[in-house]
């Protein structure tokens, strides 16, 4: 069984539209982010939630919102899309906010066209 | 800007060889760290990881050395092989203060 889960791995829409990524953990975790990956391979957090409750959300434009029904899920829902949202959004989660390590999804690749 | 950084983007390494990936790191109150090794159209997977009381910590054919004097973070991969070929990514974090902040990455080439 996968770890952390995410769908779908492949996306592509056109400006403007919206749409989401859903992300689930079986690994018990109390803690889920978003990163994500430009065409550089940086590496860099959107959002963090721990036991459902968002506890970091970097400098990313309001149209990305985060919604965590419940500590094993975290999904990315993307509103109005631009060119520069293409990347790779990867879902990870942790045991808990405490300098643990963070085990990844296999990332979902946006493109925006 | 960020506090971990690489500055060499590509390693190319002989099959066989050792190969040694630097990180450098800016925030010395960082007390832990880890590696990640990225294959193409897959996400990070955990490698090693050492806290800021250890300077040296092994696993199987690798080795993180830390250097805390000089902020400086190291992956060694013994007896490289063609499966090794990935990106490789240092992070830092300040244990319940901060998520992880990752480097750029390098990326290594094994030359069968």
């Known amino acids: 069984d996968t770890a952390v889960s995410q769908t779908p791995k492949y996306l592509v829409t056109q400006m403007g539209n919206d749409k989401s990524i859903k992300c689930e953990q079986n690994?018990?975790?109390?803690?889920m982010y978003w990163y994500k990956q430009d065409s550089k391979k940086f590496l860099k957090i959107m959002f963090s939630?721990?036991?459902?409750?968002?506890?970091i959300n970097e400098t990313v434009p309001n149209r990305f919102s985060p919604k965590s029904p419940d500590k094993a899920h975290l999904n990315l829902h993307i509103n109005s899309l631009e060119l520069g949202d293409s990347a790779v959004y990867f879902c990870?989660?942790?045991?808990?906010?405490?300098?643990?390590?963070?085990?990844f999804g296999e990332g979902s690749w946006l493109t925006v066209v | 800007g960020e506090s971990v950084g690489l500055h060499l983007p590509t390693l190319s390494v002989q099959e066989g060889d050792n190969s040694i990936i630097n990180c450098a790191y800016s925030?010395?109150?960082?007390?832990?760290f880890i590696w990640y090794k990225q294959e193409s159209g897959k996400g990070p997977q955990f490698i090693i990881d050492?806290?800021?009381?250890?300077d040296k910590r092994q696993g199987q054919r690798v080795t993180v050395l830390l250097n805390k004097t000089v902020k400086h973070l190291s992956l060694q991969i013994a007896a490289t092989q063609p499966g090794d070929s990935a990106v490789y990514f240092c992070?830092?974090?300040?244990?319940?203060?901060?998520?992880?902040?990752f480097g750029k990455g390098t990326r290594l080439s094994v030359i069968a």
């Open positions: 990870a989660s942790s045991q808990d906010y405490s300098g643990n390590t963070i085990y």
């Open positions: 690994l018990g975790h109390d803690t």
């Open positions: 939630y721990n036991n459902k409750e968002l506890i």
């Open positions: 925030n010395s109150a960082s007390d832990y």
């Open positions: 050492i806290r800021s009381n250890m």
């Open positions: 992070a830092e974090s300040i244990t319940g203060n901060t998520p992880l902040v």
